[in-house]
């Protein structure tokens, strides 16, 4: 059908074509004699109506439903400029709706749909061992080793790799901090991703003892090195250690999880950190082969796996992009379906709104349909009025997006890292947000097919006054109302859970008192330096620290609460059952004001004293859960324990000595909140043996409102110029970050319920305000006949009320099913809680109340008189 | 020349179906426009059929969409510009066919309007 030839319109050509037939017909006349005029006039008589031919012949080609759509979409145009209140009410509803959709919706886009920027992406897994969180975590060194070993019929390549903090690049004109990466040659095949200059990382640069390589990103090679071709082969100098650059990496690569500047080789079974389980694995599964069936061919490895300190369940496999997601996912999607309830609740709204208005119309449609119109055009019509209304909704919703997309993005507390940038409206969001502009005009267009289809002619010219359908449509509106109280319902117990979570979270004893507490955090100086050597220099930090005005006290800690795990298999010394080793026992070095400054109670025995020196006998503070683990019932006091020892087996080369326990503390939080506080071991600072860490935390508890933040720079500047520090912040925040999670979940919901909550009271208002219009002559008899005002009153808030509860009832019913699947979101509080509940229903039966308030007091200002001249 | 009153007293109104089938067997002659094709089926029946220009062009693009016939534009005779339509390959197929079609039918309804002897004896 090549009727749309470039070039050729279709009207044009057979108007032309008429044109011809008429001049041929006329010159056949005029050649018979005829005068011109007569001709011209009897040739237009033969042919017939021009108009007529060309529209039948036009229909042929099928494009009068083209030209139809155009004139109704004209014609919608003009009837919603004619009510510009009720266009704008219904558009801004329904922006309301799709905003929230769209925003959203452009975040899973970035983070769950859109594939990884890397070659074949669907084939790159997350391994590592399982455990309650479903994200594979990571595992040590001799474990990697083996997978590598071992998983050749799963996995084309699997890649170690981890965090190798920043490193100071040093140049001629100053320093540069360079973040840093260390992976194994494998890492850059199974990404897929190749150097654009040089090479990758070779094998032998991983192996102990090779000459150091270092790979550039684009970026990096750019700002410090000016984008020099010649970079390849030069050395560098990073902290104080000599690399070779051997690669720099395409402008496009961009580490997600990790964005990194820098990337050198790992070298496993180097260090002493080995053991830890700190070595990050993803691979490139086998073509071909599915996660599930990888999955079934790793969990035969985990038999032989070694190292097993921290009794992992098994090995686990996932795919890397939902591993990126992680936490993320959940929650997205449970916001989605609160989106998606908004939106059915704006859809609810405007379609009550076009039966309002279609009320008012009867008469008009009662009319076009006297003349002629078929019902199939007019339903056209208020369709494609629908879909305007619904695409001016839409375009404002992504206007509201975009607008709010920015800050959406800045308030997303997981770690989007090389993703934020990503959280952007793209062709898909479009697509989206059409799509969800088409289905919602189709859901609340059935309003107005329900009117075109229900509208009798000759009762409703008859009658001759708007309204005069008014119980069936009246149902519709109830029903509407009821739905949106339902659906507000549900998202308000949802807002409530999480909002309790919240709650409990905050209340949850943290073990330790963050108020008027800073925390600060210094990099060690060099890599690996002697503990002496940070001992030390956090002496002399502690010293000047705790001279400045408004400071109380100071401590050192290798890790600070909520900040951070630090973890190494620990025992009880000469007894190697399996009940008295642990091996995720958190490893803490203090100095001695430490519990202290946290006000940390210590429970049995003695805090860790000054006295506790270098020379002095090796001693330890546990806390109250891993004395319960080890000695239930009994003090452990005088009892001796060995960290980086499990099962009887040493963990370093250098056997470790046993420290006597001489203090038993309260339990404080680990990493996270909701979990109960891990085993946790203190050792003096001063006896700090085992080097695990590369920074230096500090606690320092000031008085209330006191300023000592620049004050403790300057010292830190005065002892080390070129010292970093890398957090300066109250305590109190690590709380807030702990959190954020929940609190950002919470606080959409709550958002988002919100905005529910006042589409719904808006609906029940809107059906009682027209309720009450079309009572106006029934209320003036009722007064009349002497009805109290507060009787009327009543007569209209009980109808409000009456559909609030309908909606309560149903949007509990609804919330049961709903609900469970926040239940993973949920902490010390259930999914069925009947606060929850109640609370919910309380808040809407309230704002119910307040709604059909307004119409109420309208109906008792009824005059009698007035109303029943009305007719 | 005939006036409207007696076109409307001879015209006879064409079969559903028929004036594809005229179109087409016109158009076994030679291209021809709109204009023509009308003059030509009129004056081939005696001026008996009547061809209704609001049949006849729907008729005709219906026809160019099956791409039974093929459009042009060309200058005519009388140095008129107009759209000229041939016949293509698919088009003769389809004439054939609703020719034979036409001749069961009429054959059909001649049965019906002549009967043989033994039924009206009957």
């Known amino acids: 059908m090549a009727f749309w030839r470039p070039g050729r319109n279709p009207n044009d050509e057979i108007e032309a074509e008429i044109l011809s037939h008429l001049n041929m017909a006329v010159q056949d006349r005029v050649e018979r004699g005829e005068a011109p005029q007569q001709a011209d006039r009897s040739s237009r008589r033969e042919f017939g109506n021009v108009g007529l031919v060309k529209e039948t012949t036009r229909d042929v080609w099928g494009l009068r439903w083209l030209e139809d759509l155009g004139h109704d979409l004209r014609f919608g145009w003009r009837t919603l400029r004619r009510s510009p209140g009720f266009a704008i009410t219904a558009i801004l509803t329904l922006a309301l709706g799709i905003g929230p959709n769209t925003a959203i919706f452009t975040v899973i886009n970035a983070v769950l749909l859109r594939p990884l920027p890397y070659a ?64 194994t040659d494998e890492f850059f095949p199974a990404l897929g991703v190749n150097a654009i200059l040089g090479r990758e990382i070779s094998s032998d640069e991983t192996r102990p003892g090779s000459p150091l390589a270092v790979v550039l990103s684009d970026g990096i090679w750019r700002r410090a090195f000016g984008g020099d071709p010649g970079v390849i082969g030069k050395q560098i100098t990073l902290n104080t250690d000599a690399y070779t650059v051997v690669g720099v990496l395409p402008p496009d690569f961009d580490f997600i999880e990790q964005p990194s500047d820098i990337f050198i080789p790992l070298h496993p079974g180097h260090s002493i950190g080995d053991t830890g389980t700190n070595t990050r694995v993803i691979a490139r599964l086998k073509p071909g082969l599915s996660l599930k069936q990888a999955r079934a061919q790793l969990s035969g490895l985990y038999e032989q796996l070694p190292n097993k300190n921290v009794a992992p369940l098994g090995l686990s496999v996932m795919s890397y992009q939902q591993a990126l997601a992680g936490d993320l996912r959940p929650s997205l999607l449970i916001l989605f379906g609160a989106v998606a309830v908004l939106l059915l609740i704006a859809c609810a709204n405007v379609a009550s709104l076009i039966l309002t208005r279609a009320n008012g119309r009867a008469r008009e449609t009662a009319i076009r349909l006297a003349i002629g119109a078929g019902r199939g055009r007019l339903l056209r019509q208020s369709l494609a009025e629908s879909f305007l209304i619904a695409l001016m ?6 206007l509201a997006a975009a607008w709010a997309l920015h800050g959406l993005a800045a308030a997303i507390p997981w770690d989007l890292s090389g993703r934020a940038s990503s959280v952007r409206i793209d062709l898909r969001v479009l697509f989206f947000t059409l799509g969800t502009a088409i289905f919602t005009s189709l859901i609340f267009g059935l309003g107005s097919f329900w ?91 502690l010293a000047r620290v705790q001279g400045i005005p408004g400071v109380l006290s100071a401590a050192a800690v290798t890790v600070s609460p909520l900040a951070g795990q630090s973890n190494l298999p620990t025992q009880v ?49 546990i806390n109250q859960r891993l004395a319960h683990r080890w000695w239930p019932g009994k003090s452990p006091l005088g009892e001796h324990i060995v960290i980086g020892e499990f099962l009887g087996r040493q963990l370093f080369k250098e056997p470790q000595p046993p420290r006597e326990v001489v203090g038993v503390v309260a339990d404080v939080k680990g990493l996270v909140l909701g979990s109960p506080a891990p085993p946790m071991v203190y050792v003096p600072a001063a006896q700090a043996g085992l080097q695990m860490n590369d920074s230096t935390d500090w606690v320092i508890r000031t008085a209330p409102n006191a300023e000592v933040a620049p004050a403790i720079r300057e010292v830190i500047a005065q002892m080390d110029p070129g010292q970093r520090i890398t957090a300066l912040e109250p305590l109190s925040n690590v709380i807030h970050n702990a959190v954020s999670g ?104 309230f704002v119910a109340l307040l709604a059909s308030y307004i119409p109420a007091r309208r109906a008792v200002r009824v005059d009698p008189l007035v109303a029943l001249r009305h007719e | 020349m005939s006036t409207a009153k007696d076109r409307y007293q001879n015209r006879i109104e064409l079969l559903q179906g028929t004036l594809d089938l005229l179109i087409l067997q016109t158009l ?74 036409w001749a069961q039918l009429s054959e059909a309804i001649a049965g019906i309007l002549h009967p043989g002897k033994q039924e009206t004896e009957a």
């Open chain 1, 120 to 183: 074949g992406p669907q084939r790159i897994a997350k391994v590592g061992l399982r455990n309650e969180d479903p994200v594979p975590s990571d595992v040590n060194v001799p474990q990697f080793v083996y997978l590598r070993e071992h998983g050749g019929n799963v996995f084309e390549d699997v890649a170690g790799y981890s965090g190798a903090g920043t490193l100071q690049l040093k140049q001629r004109d100053g320093s540069d901090w360079l973040k840093a990466l260390a992976v």
């Open chain 1, 393 to 398: 909704g839409a375009a404002g919703g992504l």
């Open chain 1, 451 to 541: 009117q075109t289809a229900r509208t009798s002619v000759i009762v409703t010219l008859k009658e001759g006054r708007p309204g005069a359908q008014g119980p069936s449509h009246g149902r519709i509106r109830n029903v509407l109302a009821i739905a949106e109280v339902a659906l507000s319902l549900s998202l308000l117990i949802g807002a409530a859970l999480l909002g309790e979570t919240l709650h409990n979270l905050y209340r949850e004893n943290l073990g330790f008192d963050p108020q008027n507490v800073i925390r600060m955090t210094t990099p060690y100086p060099v890599n690996n330096p002697s503990n002496a050597r940070i001992w030390s220099f956090e002496q002399q930090v």
């Open chain 1, 573 to 621: 010394a000469g007894n190697d059952d399996a009940q008295h080793s642990y091996g995720g026992t958190e490893i803490r070095a203090i100095s001695s004001q430490y519990f202290g400054t946290l006000r940390t109670p210590v429970l049995e025995g003695r805090p860790i004293l000054e006295g506790d020196t270098a020379g002095a006998p090796l001693v330890a503070v």
């Open chain 1, 742 to 845: 929940q609190t950002f979940d919470a606080a959409l919901l709550g958002l988002f319920a919100a905005v529910a909550l006042a589409l719904a009271s808006i609906g029940i208002y809107a059906v009682l305000s027209l309720h009450v219009a079309q009572r106006t002559h029934e209320i003036g008899i009722r007064m009349a006949l002497g009805a109290e005002p507060r009787q009327v009153l009543r007569l209209v808030v009980r109808q409000g009320l009456v559909l609030a509860l309908a909606g309560v009832v149903i949007g509990s019913a609804a919330a049961l099913g709903l609900t469970r699947f926040l239940s993973g979101l949920l902490y010390g509080v259930q999914a069925t809680s009947f606060e929850a509940y109640a609370g919910g229903a309380a808040v809407l039966i």
């Open chain 2, 28 to 101: 076994v002659w030679g291209p021809r426009h709109g204009y023509g094709i009308s003059q030509m089926i009129r004056a081939n029946s005696a001026e008996i059929l009547q061809v209704d220009t609001g049949s006849l062009y729907p008729a005709l693009h219906r026809l160019e969409k099956q791409r039974w016939i093929a459009s042009e534009w060309k200058v005519s005779d009388n140095n008129q510009r107009a759209k000229f339509y041939r016949l293509t390959a698919s088009g003769r197929k389809q004439l054939a066919s609703e020719r034979s079609r």
